[in-house]
């Protein structure tokens, strides 16, 4: 059924900056700008129109996410530590080595 409702549709390419020499036989193409806010259609080389895309904002602001930054990266260091210690673990145990602590 999906296939059915899209047969029709065309697709549009999508690019990050305008082309340089727009091929003229192309029908439909757009330009979304750097931050992905907003994009612009274009036939050949004539822009039809400029549309804005949905931009969803999160309950969190710049400042919080700042600041959790190091939390969360400190977080992500202590797990990645302590599994390759234990994988180091692991294989000092399975080969046998050993060592003397003090004397």
Not at 2 to 7: E, I, M, N, Y
Not at 42 to 52: C, H, L, N, T, V
Not at 67 to 80: E, K
Request: hydrophobic share 40%; with cysteine.
């Amino acid at each position: 059924m999906r296939g059915s409702l899209l047969d029709h549709l065309l697709p549009v390419p999508v690019f990050y900056s305008l082309p340089e020499t727009p091929e003229s036989n192309r029908k439909l193409y757009a330009v979304c700008n750097t931050n992905f806010d907003t994009l612009a259609l274009y036939s050949s080389d004539r822009k039809i129109g400029a549309y804005e895309l949905p931009v969803y904002k999160d309950r969190q602001g710049t400042v919080e996410k700042i600041a959790l930054t190091p939390v969360a990266v400190t977080a992500d260091a202590a797990i990645v530590g302590g599994c390759a210690g234990v994988i180091v673990w692991y294989y000092l145990a399975e080969s046998n080595y050993g060592f003397q602590v003090g004397k």
